[in-house]
T-cell receptor
Framework: DAGVTQSPTHLIKTRGQHVTLRCSPISGHKSVSWYQQVLGQGPQFIFQ???????GRGNFPDRFSARQFPNYSSELNVNALLLGDSALYLC?????????????FGPGTRLTVT | AQSVTQLGSHVSVSEGALVLLRCNYSSSVPPYLFWYVQYPNQGLQLLLK??????LVKGINGFEAEFKKSETSFHLTKPSAHMSDAAEYFC????????????FGSGTKLNVKP
């Protein structure tokens, strides 16, 4: 079975631009979470979606938004990019949304904002 | 609220030596605990998880961790380090059955010397 896939792999954007990152979960997984990993730090939770509904949101500004589609894939959108948004964005899927279920991570999208 | 502290951002061991990576957590509810490994330019791979069953958890690649409630710890160990174990290790906690997010520690980079 294919694991979690993310696209694109790398992305370079300019301050003020908008970006859309995409994630396809493992087949059968209903929950998708997004994390931001700044260099040298652990992943920070951004969003969790389960059955197309937002179930959790981390401490990120409204410039960050996401959605989950009927096929359980997900998009993360970031508007008005700042230099500080440069990071590895990780998508994780799990079978269900509860905290007992391990999350399986994709390879990430490396976003560089110049 | 949940949080994770990983003591030691860098740990260096010789090949064949014991690996001990420390993780302490705080949680207002019974915790679910996870260890992930991240190789350079890759996503996170699950090593093992604790979800209130046996306190000694065995994972992949010879790693294991012991949940100690009295010490609020979940340290990761491996009896004999291998060169291929060199990577960054993250401890994570989630709090409940109700769509809770994962909180990650800041990570410990393991270096294995020949």
């Amino acid at each position: 079975d294919a694991g979690v896939t993310q696209s694109p792999t790398h992305l370079i954007k300019t301050r003020g631009q908008h970006v859309t990152l995409r994630c396809s979960p493992i087949s059968g997984h209903k929950s998708v979470s997004w994390y931001q990993q700044v260099l040298g730090q652990g992943p920070q939770f951004i969003f969790q979606y389960y059955e197309k509904e937002e179930r959790g949101r981390g401490n990120f500004p409204d410039r960050f938004s996401a959605r989950q589609f009927p096929n359980y894939s997900s998009e993360l959108n970031v508007n008005a990019l700042l230099l500080g948004d440069s990071a590895l964005y990780l998508c994780a899927s799990s079978l269900e949304g509860q905290g007992t279920y391990e999350q399986y991570f994709g390879p990430g999208t490396r976003l560089t904002v110049t | 609220a949940q949080s994770v502290t990983q003591l030691g951002s860098h740990v260096s061991v010789s090949e064949g030596a014991l690996v001990l990576l420390r993780c302490n957590y705080s949680s207002s509810v019974p915790p679910y605990l996870f260890w992930y490994v991240q190789y350079p330019n890759q996503g996170l791979q699950l090593l093992l998880k604790y979800t209130s069953a046996a306190t000694l958890v065995k994972g992949i690649n010879g790693f294991e961790a012991e949940f100690k409630k009295s010490e609020t710890s979940f340290h990761l160990t491996k009896p004999s380090a291998h060169m291929s174990d060199a990577a960054e290790y993250f401890c994570a906690v989630s709090g409940s059955n109700n769509f809770n997010k994962f909180y990650f520690g800041s990570g410990t980079k393991l270096n294995v010397k020949p």
